[in-house]
């Protein structure tokens, strides 16, 4: 484009307007998977609405490829495309709390530890994920699960309001009330319709004690463990999540120092009720084997939440790959106990989320969410540093993934898939897929909001153009 052109354009938006070459371009256009490695033409920090509007009605007129950045923590990258306009909300952190009303207001740019303080310092939450770092725009716009899930439903369950900036330019106020078929496609529906700038959320009394650690057993035990786990997992109260992970022992000072680096099964625990009733929940934890080493305990919610940060730090190179499982049988977890033991580094594991209770008590149809029926599901998480070891890496995923599918439901988590699984994403919506087109059809037909898993307009061609690419 004329350089006039982006001059004007900087000259309307009231944070920076960066392009290569500037001082902070580099470090802007970072994402959390150090896998990513793209370079937009012009990186827009938006400060307001109306900065949000003008990038979108610039990127449409340039016919630029647009991405949006929220936490920039999609396993897939899809904050930032080569060539293209991204638009950074990382300057709209705010979070309002309004205790009386238990609600709150949530800027697009927050991540998960800004709202979990807020809404904390009222001994309030809502369901999040499990890493601080991540943005609470997209969790929330794929669905969004955690600790909560079970007692509280999911994330988007609990999104009851939202400003976004469609295709055209226009600032429009959903809700269930105002334009619901567009506030409908928002929980879960990914970033396909617009470009939310903030959300409003219904809050729920949490914590700020709650009863919650880990327990971590040797992996010699692990077919036992796994199937003790699965069992109580069939009858354990919703005010209890108890996940299941396989990996190498992290440092941590409650286990002996021969485990450290070795391989073992941890099952992390969040009773979200009163501590008392959470000991006596979570008792059968240290029954199911002879653990090596709990950390059990009241401790603040806001605390927990932090507590996986040091193993999903910014600048690792990532990969899932993920599996729903609406039951898991032994030969299930006999294939996941096999693929553990073959992990192909010190930062990789498997870990399965116990999901169910609230979220499965919503109908499929009411969000764009389909996977009600999961009561687990599984990430094989590939993590590592070394790009010669990418191949490796992503060859364990895959193959444990295949194995899995059999035993899995076909559907899938979109916050989960990696860059390469957009033919995933139709089979994830199930029967809401039409209805999802359709939405797309009228909100964004000429797909400008496409840098995400990708729900293409219903005239169009499902895979047509690989979406983090310039069109030329």
Not at 140 to 153: E, K, P
Not at 179 to 194: I, K, M, S, T
Not at 388 to 412: I, K, L, N
Request: charged share 20%.
């Amino acid at each position: 484009m004329p350089a006039s052109d982006a001059q004007a354009f900087a000259a309307q938006i009231s944070g920076d307007v960066l392009a290569p070459g500037d001082a902070p371009y580099e470090e802007a256009r970072r994402v959390w998977n150090a896998t990513v490695d793209r370079r937009p033409a012009l990186i827009a920090r938006c400060l307001s609405v109306r900065d949000v509007q003008t990038a979108v009605r610039f990127a449409a007129a340039h016919r630029m490829l647009l991405s949006v950045r929220g936490g920039g923590h999609h396993i897939a990258g899809h904050a930032v495309a080569d060539g293209g306009l991204m638009v950074d909300l990382s300057g709209l952190r705010e979070v309002h709390v309004d205790p009386a009303t238990r609600m709150a207001r949530v800027g697009a740019g927050a991540l998960l530890g800004d709202f979990d303080r807020a809404a904390q310092a009222h001994g309030l939450a809502t369901p999040l994920g499990i890493n601080s770092t991540t943005g609470v725009a997209g969790l929330a716009l794929g669905g969004g699960f955690g600790w909560l899930t079970r007692r509280h439903g999911m994330t988007a369950d609990n999104l009851v309001g939202a400003t976004v900036v469609t295709a055209d330019g226009r600032e429009r106020t959903v809700s269930a009330e105002s334009e619901p078929d567009l506030f409908w496609a928002l929980r879960g529906g990914g970033g396909n319709f617009g470009i939310v700038t903030s959300f409003e959320f219904r809050l729920h009394p949490v914590g700020p004690q709650v009863y919650a650690g880990l327990v971590v057993y040797p992996f010699s035990q692990a077919t036992k463990v796994l199937r003790a786990w699965r069992d109580f997992c069939a009858s354990a109260p919703e005010e209890l999540s108890v996940w299941a992970v396989m990996r190498k022992a992290p440092p941590l000072p409650f286990l002996p120092a021969s485990a450290h680096g070795s391989e073992v099964v941890i099952f992390p625990l969040v009773h979200c009720g009163a501590t008392d009733a959470g000991e006596s929940a979570a008792a059968p934890v240290l029954a199911f084997g002879e653990p090596i080493g709990a950390a059990l305990g009241p401790q603040p919610y806001s605390a927990f939440q932090t507590a996986f940060d040091p193993l999903l730090a910014p600048g690792g190179r990532n990969y899932w790959k993920s599996n729903n499982f609406s039951r898991l049988d032994d030969a299930a977890l006999d294939l996941l106990v096999d693929a553990a033991g073959q992990l192909p580094g010190p930062e990789c594991e498997i870990f399965v989320a116990q999901l169910g209770g609230a979220m499965s008590r919503v109908d499929a149809a009411a969000t764009p969410f389909v996977g009600r029926d999961a009561r687990f599901i599984m990430n094989v998480h590939g993590r590592w540093s070394d790009p010669r070891d990418d191949g490796r890496v992503r060859a364990w995923a895959r193959r444990t993934f295949e194995a899995a599918a059999p035993h899995a439901t076909g559907s899938g988590y979109v916050n989960f898939f990696t860059e390469d699984e957009a033919e995933r994403v139709s089979a994830s919506y199930g029967a809401n897929y039409a209805r999802l087109q359709a939405l797309k059809q009228r909100y964004d037909p000429t797909n400008l909001f496409r840098m995400n898993l990708n729900i293409t307009p219903r005239h169009m061609t499902q895979g047509a153009a690989v979406p983090w690419k310039a069109s030329p």
